[in-house]
């Protein structure tokens, strides 16, 4: 298993929208209210709560990297999402980092109100999906704004309301649904999962960042609406409070987010039973075996390859990989590594040649062979010589040279099969050729995304030395 399910969904139900001649819409508990209509002032009734002012609409106009052409930036384009006021006193405002990457001009807007206000993004966390923002006019926040509070994470089947700004109108949306499970979930392709709840409310583009309400009249919020599934109906996900609240300490004490930690190894599950008996692993016992360890990990100095994992921090796993999270829910083992900061210890207890062993190792973040978010773990660059154009490898390069993600199936085998592979020397790189201009000195050449391994005999493990291993030649 990499550190890196189907179950049946209910029907969401959208909240009605108001018309002026019918102002009446149900609220999640099921008593009628009233919403804002266009008409004059001196007649306008109150919003229905005090919680929806609080939503406001992200206008942001972006310029992301191009990859496959790291010599210049992609076209600029503007795109929207939602956000939610958290913090009133320090003027903090919550949304997806997805939706404020790359930006070049933030702007919010709160419900009924055409003003655009500029904000400025304060903290982005990629690998959790979530940014912190803030407006620094000081008229933007003398209306009466209330701060939206976070509860733990919801029992099966609670209902849930996310409110945001989707496509198919400038209004502020709800939509209805119900908790239909947790669970471990990747927040960007091909980063490590993180706890997630799933949810059967419509999630559409621009909803991002808005605040799913477990209780909208007392403006509490179980998560940030993020993600759906494509090839399913129904399926959203959102980020539980855990994840927030990480989030939030990281920014208290860092002013970063420095991001998630890794258990430093690959593991797979122990329900084979000849795998059990080779291992010796007792019909009582139960873990998950260690197949690869990161070499620059201080899991490397402490664990060996063939250790069973039974308990970490002293909670049991399964067979499956999975320990319990609440009365008859598990997630994978992983979610208790994720919930810690970087620099902290893990305690685990491991069976070793039919020896059990309690062991103890610093947890830090996942090092890559093939980096994964761009302005996490890489940036564009390259280096080009003769016409022939080197850069190194990343899942950005990837998804920028075949396509989104089609790269897992249009990508040269040998370059997939470096993907799940950790970094042996810390400034580490795989150097691929990827084009080539054309020009006389390079004419009938063909290569394309190819490593190179050697440069005059030399072996290469970044593209700095490439680059001074050719300066340095007569």
């Known amino acids: 298993m990499d550190e890196a399910e189907n179950s049946p969904t209910i029907e969401a139900r959208s909240v009605k929208r108001a018309r002026p001649d019918d102002s009446d819409a149900p609220h999640a508990n099921g ?11 001196s007649k306008q009734p109150a919003m229905h709560t005090k919680a929806l002012r609080s939503v406001l609409k992200v206008f942001v106009v972006k310029t992301d990297p191009n990859y496959a052409q790291p010599w210049q930036m992609r076209p600029q384009r503007s795109s929207s999402g939602s956000a939610f006021i958290v913090d009133t006193k320090r003027r903090h405002i919550m949304t997806n980092a997805h939706v404020v990457s790359n930006e070049t001009t933030v702007h919010v807007r709160r419900p009924g109100n055409p003003k655009k206000w500029r904000a400025k993004v304060l903290c982005e966390g990629k690998i959790a999906d979530l940014a912190l923002v803030t407006v620094e006019d000081d008229q933007f926040w003398t209306d009466e704004l ?17 409110a945001g700004y989707p496509l198919g109108g400038d209004s502020l949306s709800i939509t209805k649904g119900i908790v239909s ?6 927040y960007a392709h091909a980063s490590n999962k993180l706890l997630g709840i799933q949810i059967d409310a419509a999630i559409n583009p621009g909803n991002s960042g808005g605040p799913a309400f477990a209780d909208l009249q007392q403006a509490k919020v179980a998560g940030v609406a993020f993600s759906k599934l494509s090839n399913a109906d129904n399926v959203g996900y959102i980020i539980p409070y855990q994840i927030i609240k990480h989030f939030l300490q990281e920014y208290e004490l860092h002013g970063i987010f420095r991001g998630c930690c890794s258990v430093g190894f690959r593991w797979q599950d122990m329900e084979n039973t000849h795998l059990r008996e080779h291992l010796q692993v007792a019909p009582q016992q139960s873990g998950s075996l260690v197949y690869k360890i990161d070499p620059l990990a201080p899991a490397h100095e402490v664990l060996k390859e063939n250790d069973v994992v039974m308990q970490i921090d002293g909670v049991p796993i399964a067979d499956d990989g999975t320990v319990e999270f609440r009365n ?10 994720r919930a810690k900061h970087i620099g902290e210890s893990l305690d685990v207890k491991v ?15 996942r090092r890559p062979l093939v980096p994964i978010l761009h302005g996490v773990d890489c940036v564009p660059s390259y280096f080009i010589v003769g016409g022939l154009v080197f850069v190194p490898l990343s899942i950005p390069f990837l998804e920028h040279a075949y396509g989104g993600l089609n790269w897992r199936k249009l990508a040269p085998v040998p370059i997939l099969a470096l993907v799940t592979e950790y970094c042996e020397l810390p400034d580490e790189q795989v150097v691929v050729l990827f084009q080539i201009l054309a ?3 390079n004419f009938g050449y063909k290569f394309q995304t190819v490593k190179c391994e050697l440069f005059n005999g030399q072996e290469l493990h970044n593209l700095k030395q490439l680059a001074e291993a050719v300066d340095a030649c007569k």
């Open 328 to 337: 008859e829910e598990r997630v994978e083992f992983s979610h208790i590594v």
């Open 146 to 162: 209330l701060d939206l509070q976070f509860v733990d994470v919801p029992e099966l089947q609670d209902s849930i309301l996310v």
């Open 351 to 365: 069976l070793r040649d039919g020896a059990l062993l309690d062991l103890k190792y610093q947890l830090k973040q």
């Open 181 to 186: 499970r947790v669970v471990m979930t990747r």
């Open 31 to 41: 008593s009628s209210h009233r919403v804002e209509a266009t008409m004059p002032a």
């Open 439 to 441: 020009a006389e000195i």
